[in-house]
């Protein structure tokens, strides 16, 4: 049930509005809705299932040849890598927070909640990056 | 669904080439007594590090679920490596 629907229910057990008056607000609210839903499934339908990283180097001084790299991770397997991060003993967590401290990077990882990592890779999906080199050319994005 | 297949090939630089089809599951039975000694040890030093050991299962099987599909493929000259999870 969405907030609105809720407000106008405790408005009517309140008695502020009539039963009539909540029912056509409640159809005024369901009019309203359908608009948002096609956007957002959309969105899902198309929802990327990998994160692809793809480098290309020219030969380089080794004379070893070109490099190629392609490298697939669906994206299930970061949210469930991110989610064990929440085992991590506080110890452990301490001495992380200590020395990333002594590195100039204060950051504390006890902060770092497992649902801000899942919005993080929620919002993978709009990544792309693209990095291009005269010897080499570097391509990270979600398919 | 767990992976059923890992696919590994290498190619040296001699031209030399090493295919290795690996099928999880009957692997994992034959090592499975070898593994429930891991999980007891596992379990074991999750309660010294105060870790709940369900919630680990549970985090390690959420990973292992999530593999297939993944795919690892390297490329220096005329070596390379490719990593396949199916």
């Not at chain 1, 692809?52 to 991770?73: E, F, P, Y």
């Not at chain 1, 909640?113 to 919002?123: A, C, R, S, T, V």
């Not at chain 2, 999980?39 to 105060?50: K, R, S, T």
């Not at chain 2, 297939?68 to 490719?82: D, H, I, N, S, W």
């Amino acid at each position: 049930m969405n907030e609105q629907r809720r407000q106008v229910l405790e408005m009517l057990a309140e008695g502020k509005v009539t039963a009539d008056e909540a029912e056509r607000l409640i159809e005024a609210l369901q009019r309203q809705q359908p608009e948002a839903p096609p956007g957002r499934s959309s969105r899902t339908k198309a929802r990327p299932k990998y994160l692809r990283v793809v480098m290309d180097a020219a030969d380089g001084t080794g004379g070893d040849g070109a490099s190629r790299m392609n490298v697939r991770i669906p994206l299930q397997l970061l949210r469930a890598g991110v989610r064990l991060t929440a085992l991590l003993p506080p110890v452990a967590i301490t001495k992380v927070n200590a020395e990333l401290d002594k590195a100039g990077v204060p950051i504390d990882l006890a902060e770092l909640k497992p649902q801000h990592l899942d919005d993080l890779i929620e919002h993978l999906d709009d990544v792309i990056i693209d990095l291009d080199d005269p010897g080499s050319r570097m391509q990270v994005y979600c398919e | 669904m767990i992976p059923q297949l890992v696919t590994v090939r290498v190619r040296r630089s001699n031209g030399r080439r090493i295919r290795l089809y690996i099928p999880v599951v009957p692997v994992v039975l034959v090592l499975s007594p070898l593994l429930l000694l891991a999980v007891l040890g596992g379990c074991i030093a999750c309660l010294i590090l105060h870790i709940s050991p369900a919630g680990a299962l549970r985090g390690v099987a959420r990973v292992l679920w999530a593999l297939p599909g993944t795919r690892f493929e390297m490329e220096q000259g005329r070596a390379a490596v490719l990593v396949s999870v199916g």
